[in-house]
C-alpha cells in the first residue's frame, strides 16, 4: 500500500508552524548578525530614527509573466535590436515604435523578467528623449521596488544614464511646451528624477546595503551630482565586475560611462545634499563604522563621503553632522583614541582599506597633514611591503609635498628588492611619478632597479615584463613557462612600471632604452608581440627621453619581419609607433615601407594589416612615391642626422626622382638663369637701383 509522501525533519514541521500562524511568528523576529560582511545584514533606520536591522521596506511586489508569444516576439525583437543591422535610421526608428506599441502595458513585466530585461536594457539605449519620458513614467511609482530586483535594477540604471544628458539639454535650451493636445501634460526630465527620488527617500539607508538597489542608488548619486560616469575612479564604484554587458552592435555612444561632466540645475544638488545628510542622520559613529567594511555598503559610503567633500565644499568636515566627522570625531586625532582604532583597523582590512583611501585622497588639507605625520610617517616603508596597506601608501605619496616625498623615498628604496621579489612594484611605479612631478631627484631610485632586475648584461627589461630569462648577446635563453605566461598577476604592473620609467628623463629611462636595445631579434618580436609588453615598447618608441640612437638600434632589430609583425594584432601597433619612432631616420622609415609594400596582398587581406597600411599612407607610396617621400622626409626631419648603417652609403638611399621631379628642378634652374641674365644686362645699361638686382633675381 503507498505511503503518504512527507517530508522529513523537523524544521519542515516548524515551518508548518510559522505558516499556520501566520505573521504573528516573524513580526518580532529579529534576524541574527552573522557578521558586518554579510550581504543578508542590513543597517536601515527606525521608524523614530533609531538604528537597527531591519528587513526592508517590504514584500516585493510580483507584476506578471509575459505569455509564450509575447516572449517569442521580445526574443526576436532583442536579436534584432543587438545586431542592429537597419538600412538607415528611419527603419530603425521604425521597428523601435512598433516595439513600444507592443510592449504598451508590459513594461514592468519586461523589466523584471530575465531574458526581457536585456531587450528592454537596448531599448533605453536607442529612444528618443520623448520615449524615455514615456517610459520613466511607466518606472514611476514602483521605483523603490524595482531597484531591488535582480534584473530590473539594471534596466532602472541604464534609463539613468540615458537620461542625464537630457536634463542638461532641457537646462541649457528649454523645449517649447506642445499645445497640440490639451490632455498631453509636459513633464520635465528633471522633475521626473526628483520624483524617483521621493519614492526611495526613507529607505536609503536599508538600500545603501542592498545587493542590488545600492549599485543603482550609486548611479543616481553620481547623476545628481553631473560628475563624469566616465572616469576610472567613478566607474569602479559604479559597476560589477561580475556585470554583464548589454550593448547594441554598431550603435554610437552605446557605452553607458562615456558621459561627461555635466551641467545641473539647483534642485539636484540640493536634492543630492538632501540625500547625503538623510542618509546617514540617524547613524551613529558605530553604525557609520560597521558600513566601512561592508561589502555593499562602503563603496556606497566611499561616493557619498566623495561627493560630500567635493560637491559640498571642504569646510563640511568642520561640521558635526558630516559623514567624516561622524567617522572620525576626535580632535585631535592621536594614537589611543576610538579614531586611531578605526583608522590602523582599516589600514589592513580588504574591504575598509578602499574606504581609507577615499579619506586620503580627498579630505582636507590640514586633516591629512595630520592624519600622515600621525599614522604614516614613520612607518611608510613597512606599510609598502605589505599587499593591502600598499595601495594605502600609494594614495598618501600622491598629496605628499616635495620635502614629505623625498624623505619617504628614502623608507621605502631599503624595501624595494623585497617589493620586486614579491611583484608588489604598484608603489614604486607611483613613487617615480611623483617624484618625477615633484622634481625629487631619483637616481638612487634606478640603482635599486638595476641591481633588483639586474642580469649578466646589467638591467634586463625581460624579468620586469616578465617575459623569461635574461638575455645574452648571441640570443636568448629559453623563456620559463612560469614567466612568460599572459597571466602572470605582475606582469601588468611591470608593463606600467616600465612606462613610468620611460616618461623620467635621466637614469631610470635609460634602463628601460639600452635594456630594449640589446634584446636581440627573438626577444623583441616576442615583446612586439606581447599584448601587455608591447605597450612598454611603444612608449618606448614614442618616448621624447628616446635618444635617436636607441630608436634606430631599436628599429633595426625588426628588419625582415616588418610584416609579420604588421599581422599580428599587437605588434602592429609597434609598427604604427615607429612612424613617429623613426623621426630624424627618414631612410629607416622608407626602409620600412618598402619592405610593407612588398608584402601587399597579405596586408590587405587582415583587418590590422589593412589599418597599418592606412597609417602609413601606403597607398600614396606605391601610386605617388615621389610626393610620399617627400611628405615623409618633411616629417621625419633631419634632427640629430646619424650615419647610415654599415655597408650602405648615401648615393644608395638617395630616392629616384621622377620625370615631374626632374622637369621642375629644371624649370627653377632655367628661370633662376634668366633671371641672373636680365640682372646683369640693366647693370649694364643704367644705374643700379637698391635691391633692384635681388628683387629680380628672386
Known amino acids: 500500500m503507498p505511503k503518504e509522501n512527507k517530508k522529513r525533519g523537523r524544521r519542515e514541521e516548524l515551518k508548518k508552524r510559522k505558516r499556520d500562524h501566520g505573521d504573528e511568528v516573524h513580526t518580532n523576529k529579529r534576524r541574527k548578525s552573522s557578521g558586518a560582511a554579510e550581504a543578508e545584514e542590513y543597517i536601515s533606520l527606525g521608524q523614530n530614527g533609531d538604528v ?7 514584500e516585493m511586489p510580483f507584476y506578471g509573466m509575459l505569455d509564450e508569444e509575447e516572449q517569442e516576439y521580445f526574443k526576436r525583437a532583442d536579436e534584432v535590436l543587438e545586431l542592429n543591422q537597419f538600412n538607415d535610421d528611419e527603419e530603425r526608428v521604425l521597428f523601435l515604435t512598433s516595439v513600444y506599441r507592443e510592449a504598451e502595458g508590459k513594461e514592468l513585466k519586461m523589466a523584471n523578467s ?33 531597484v531591488q530586483h535582480r534584473f530590473a535594477s539594471h534596466c532602472c540604471e541604464t534609463l539613468f544614464i540615458r537620461s542625464a544628458p537630457i536634463v542638461t539639454q532641457e537646462l541649457v535650451a528649454p523645449p517649447e511646451e506642445d499645445k497640440g493636445d490639451p490632455q498631453d501634460v509636459y513633464v520635465s526630465m528633471e522633475n521626473l528624477f526628483l520624483y524617483a527620488i521621493n519614492e526611495l527617500e526613507g529607505n536609503l539607508g536599508y538600500l545603501m546595503t542592498d545587493k542590488f538597489a545600492s549599485h543603482t542608488l550609486r548611479v543616481l548619486l553620481v547623476v545628481l551630482s553631473g560628475q563624469p560616469l566616465e572616469h576610472s575612479a567613478t566607474k569602479t ?12 552592435n554598431g550603435a554610437e555612444k552605446t557605452n553607458e560611462f562615456r558621459l561627461e561632466k555635466r551641467a545641473v540645475p539647483e534642485s539636484f544638488l540640493a536634492a543630492l545634499e538632501k540625500i547625503i545628510r538623510e542618509s546617514v542622520s540617524g547613524l551613529d559613529t558605530t553604525y557609520l563604522r560597521a558600513l566601512a567594511t561592508h561589502p555593499t555598503g562602503n563603496p556606497t559610503l566611499q561616493l557619498l563621503l566623495q561627493l560630500e567633500l567635493t560637491q559640498l565644499g571642504k569646510q563640511r568636515a568642520k561640521d558635526e553632522a558630516s559623514i567624516i566627522r561622524k567617522l572620525l570625531p576626535d580632535d585631535p586625532i592621536v594614537e589611543g583614541t576610538e579614531s586611531a582604532s578605526f583608522i590602523n583597523g582599516l589600514v589592513y582590512d580588504t574591504v575598509g582599506s578602499r574606504l581609507l583611501e577615499t579619506i586620503i585622497e580627498y579630505a582636507p588639507g590640514k586633516m591629512f597633514k595630520a592624519l600622515y605625520k600621525e599614522f604614516f610617517r614613520e612607518r611608510i616603508g613597512s606599510l609598502a611591503r605589505n599587499e593591502i596597506a600598499a595601495y594605502v601608501v600609494s594614495k598618501l605619496l600622491e598629496r605628499l609635498s616635495k620635502e614629505d616625498l623625498a624623505e619617504a623615498a628614502d623608507l621605502i628604496l631599503p624595501q624595494l628588492q623585497s617589493l620586486v621579489e614579491r611583484s608588489r612594484v604598484a608603489v614604486i611605479k607611483t613613487l617615480i611619478e611623483r617624484c618625477a612631478a615633484r622634481g625629487v631627484d631619483t637616481t638612487a631610485i634606478a640603482e635599486q632597479l638595476d641591481q633588483a632586475y639586474g642580469g649578466p648584461n646589467g638591467f634586463d627589461i625581460a624579468r620586469l615584463l616578465k617575459l623569461g630569462e635574461a638575455t645574452t648577446e648571441n640570443g636568448v635563453h629559453p623563456p620559463s613557462e612560469s614567466n612568460a605566461s599572459s597571466n602572470h598577476p605582475g606582469k601588468r604592473h611591470g608593463s606600467l612600471l616600465a612606462q613610468a620609467m620611460v616618461a623620467v628623463p635621466g637614469p631610470l629611462s635609460e634602463l628601460i632604452f639600452e635594456s630594449l636595445a640589446r634584446l636581440g631579434t627573438p626577444l623583441a618580436l616576442k615583446v612586439a608581440k606581447d599584448p601587455t609588453a608591447s605597450r612598454t615598447l611603444q612608449a618606448a618608441l614614442t618616448s621624447p627621453n628616446a635618444s635617436i640612437i636607441f630608436r634606430r638600434k631599436m628599429i633595426q632589430q625588426f628588419y625582415g619581419h616588418i610584416a609579420e609583425m604588421a599581422l599580428d594584432p599587437s605588434a602592429s601597433h609597434i609598427i604604427d609607433s615607429t612612424w613617429d619612432g623613426t623621426h630624424g631616420l627618414a631612410f629607416i622609415r622608407e626602409r620600412i615601407a618598402e619592405e610593407l609594400a612588398e608584402n601587399e596582398a597579405s596586408l590587405r587581406e587582415s583587418f590590422v594589416g589593412r589599418a597599418v597600411w592606412r597609417n602609413w599612407k601606403m597607398d600614396l607610396y606605391k601610386r605617388r612615391r615621389g610626393d610620399w617621400v617627400t611628405e615623409s622626409r618633411v616629417s621625419a626631419g633631419n634632427d640629430g642626422f646619424q650615419p647610415f648603417p654599415e655597408g650602405i652609403t648615401g648615393n644608395q638611399n638617395l630616392e629616384k626622382k621622377s620625370g615631374i621631379e626632374l622637369a621642375r628642378q629644371r624649370h627653377a634652374a632655367a628661370k633662376a638663369s634668366k633671371g641672373k641674365g636680365k640682372a646683369h644686362d640693366k647693370h649694364k645699361g643704367a644705374a643700379p637701383v637698391a635691391g633692384g638686382a635681388t628683387a629680380q633675381a628672386r
Open 114 to 146: 530575465q531574458s526581457c530585461s536585456r531587450l528592454m536594457e537596448r531599448l533605453i539605449m536607442l529612444s528618443s528623449p520623448d520615449q524615455l519620458k514615456a517610459l520613466f513614467q511607466k518606472f514611476s511609482g514602483h521605483f523603490l521596488h524595482l
Open 237 to 248: 564604484l559604479l559597476q560589477s565586475k561580475r556585470k554583464e554587458r548589454i550593448a547594441v
Open 52 to 58: 537597527g536591522l531591519a528587513s526592508g521596506p517590504g
